[in-house]
């Protein structure tokens, strides 16, 4: 069983900077795609960026909207996915989730391909 928990998020003003971190057990990190998403009230929930390296195939991606600000980090041996999240602005305050799915995909961006979530963590931007 996979378990996910994310942490990190709060309240900064515009500008600012923030780091998430998720946290995954249960799962080998080699083999399994990991994301991030977020969620704003009353909007779908939408990719963030998403991270996949079994040692043959590998990939970081990012959406358009927040390219060059935010940055994907993984740690493999502390088995966290990290999100750097820099130049903040109020259209990222949302709540932000680590997800994850087993094996390779070439529709990382979709809710859909993510059997694993994490709670989430509050991020607001003012």
């Known amino acids: 069983q996979v378990q996910l928990v994310e942490s990190g998020g709060d309240s900064v003003q515009a500008g600012g900077s923030l780091r998430l971190s998720c946290v995954a057990t249960?799962?080998?990190?080699?083999?399994?795609?990991m994301a991030w998403f977020r969620q704003a009230p009353g909007k779908e929930r939408e990719a963030v960026g998403a991270?996949?390296?079994?040692?043959?195939?590998?990939?970081?991606k990012y959406a358009g909207s927040v390219k060059g600000r935010f940055t994907i980090a993984h740690d493999e041996k502390k088995k966290t996915l990290d999100l750097q999240l820099n130049n903040l602005k109020p259209e990222d305050s949302a709540l932000y989730y680590c997800?994850?799915?087993?094996?390779?995909?070439?529709?990382?961006?979709?809710?859909?391909?993510?059997?694993?979530w994490g709670q989430g963590t509050q991020v607001t931007v003012s």
């Open positions: 249960g799962y080998t990190p080699s083999s399994y795609c």
């Open positions: 997800a994850a799915r087993p094996g390779y995909t070439t529709t990382w961006s979709r809710p859909q391909s993510y059997p694993y």
């Open positions: 991270r996949y390296n079994d040692g043959s195939i590998s990939f970081t």
